[in-house]
C-alpha cells in the first residue's frame, strides 16, 4: 500500500487533510513559484499544485502525493501572501467592498500519472474602515496567507458572504476533490 505524502508544510493543510484520518508524512516541494508572463490565477493554481505534486513523486516513486497551490485572483490579476503588516493592509483596503476569487488545485500523483482539480470560492468583502482592518491585521497577523485573511479565524468578519461547493477550498486544501482524486487513484477511503 503506498503512503500518502502531502507536498507542503503549510499547516493550514496539514490539519485539514488530517480530518481524512489517514496517515501521512510532509514534505517540502522545491518548487518556483514565480507566475508566468501572461498565466491566469487558475493556471498557476493548477501548475504549481501539479508541479509540487510531481516534484515530490519523484522522491517517493512508491507513494500516493498530493500537492496544492492557492492563488487569490483579484480582477484577474494573482494576489501574493502579503508577508508584512503594511501589504496585508494595503491588499484587504483594495479588496474592500468587492470580490475575490480564490483559486485552489490539488493534484494527486500516484504510479506516474497525476490528476488534479480546481475549486473556485467567492468572497465579498464588506466595506471595511482603515482602523478595523489595521486592529484585524494586528490581531491575527495573516502575512502567510492568500488575500491576508484567515476564514476559518476572524477574518470572517471581513466578508458579506462566501460562494463555494467546498468550504474546506478557502482554508488551502480542497478536502472534497482531493477525496475524490484520491478514491479514483485507488487509496481506500471511508
Do not use: H, N
Request: with cysteine; net charge negative; hydrophobic share 45%.
Amino acid at each position: 500500500m503506498p503512503r500518502l505524502v502531502l507536498a507542503s508544510t503549510s499547516r493550514y493543510r496539514s490539519e485539514l487533510l488530517a480530518r481524512l484520518r489517514w496517515p501521512f508524512d510532509t514534505v517540502r516541494p522545491e518548487v518556483d513559484e514565480t507566475p508566468l508572463a501572461d498565466e491566469t490565477p487558475q493556471a498557476l493554481a493548477l501548475r504549481l499544485a501539479v508541479a509540487k505534486a510531481s516534484t515530490v513523486a519523484t522522491q517517493r516513486p512508491r507513494d500516493c502525493v498530493i500537492g496544492s497551490d492557492q492563488v487569490a485572483d483579484f480582477d484577474g490579476r494573482p494576489l501574493g501572501k502579503p508577508g508584512g503588516r503594511e501589504a496585508a493592509v494595503a491588499q484587504l483596503m483594495a479588496m474592500s467592498g468587492r470580490s475575490v476569487a480564490f483559486r485552489t488545485a490539488v493534484a494527486v500523483a500516484v504510479d506516474g500519472r497525476v490528476a488534479s482539480a480546481l475549486d473556485t470560492t467567492v468572497v465579498r468583502f464588506r466595506d471595511l474602515a482603515p482602523g478595523e482592518v489595521e486592529r484585524y491585521v494586528d490581531l491575527e497577523q495573516p502575512y502567510d496567507c492568500a488575500g491576508s485573511f484567515k476564514s476559518e479565524g476572524l477574518g470572517i468578519t471581513l466578508f458579506d458572504a462566501i460562494e463555494t461547493g467546498d468550504p474546506t477550498a478557502l482554508v488551502g486544501l480542497p478536502l472534497i476533490a482531493t477525496a475524490r482524486l484520491l478514491r479514483e487513484s485507488g487509496l481506500a477511503l471511508p
